[in-house]
């Protein structure tokens, strides 16, 4: 048993509205997570993991994400986006002898893509939508 306690989804965008009151930009997914997790910590320890904070707080509308990544050996492009979740559209090009090719893939969802190689997300950064 972990000896702390996983939080809602209501409570993690209720301590991220909190943060994004005092801040506008976080600079990575783990500033986000810590920021969040000592905003819970202040009501019996609740805290959240990376992953799940991104996805919360992406999907919550409160945060234009910028994803920063590197080109990965691995080629290819994972059926769902490694950063949301969501399913990912092929970007094709038609050719010249009037067939498509495919130059990659785009989320349904999220700002991520990747190319015939697969891109490794390194960094992300949250700004706060409202002003
Ligand atoms: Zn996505």
């Known amino acids: 048993m972990p000896s702390y306690r996983i939080p809602s989804r209501e409570r993690v965008v209720g301590a991220l509205e909190r943060v994004l009151g ?4 976080i600079v990575s997914q783990r500033e986000l997570k810590e920021l ?10 609740y805290r959240v993991s990376g ?6 707080a992406y999907d919550s509308g409160l945060v234009n994400m910028e994803i920063e990544s590197r080109e990965g ?3 290819g492009t994972p059926h769902r986006c ?6 990912m559209n092929r970007v094709k090009n038609m050719t010249i002898f009037g067939g498509t ?3 990659g893939h785009r989320c349904r969802n999220c700002p991520y893509w ?10 992300y950064t949250f700004t706060r939508k409202t002003p």
């Open 22 to 25: 005092r801040r506008r930009t």
């Open 36 to 45: 969040l997790d000592s905003e819970m910590a202040q009501e019996d320890g």
């Open 51 to 56: 992953p799940r904070a991104r996805r919360i």
């Open 73 to 75: 050996k691995e080629v």
């Open 82 to 87: 490694p950063v949301c979740g969501h399913r």
């Open 101 to 103: 090719v495919t130059l």
């Open 114 to 123: 990747s190319g015939l190689k697969r891109r490794v997300p390194t960094r």
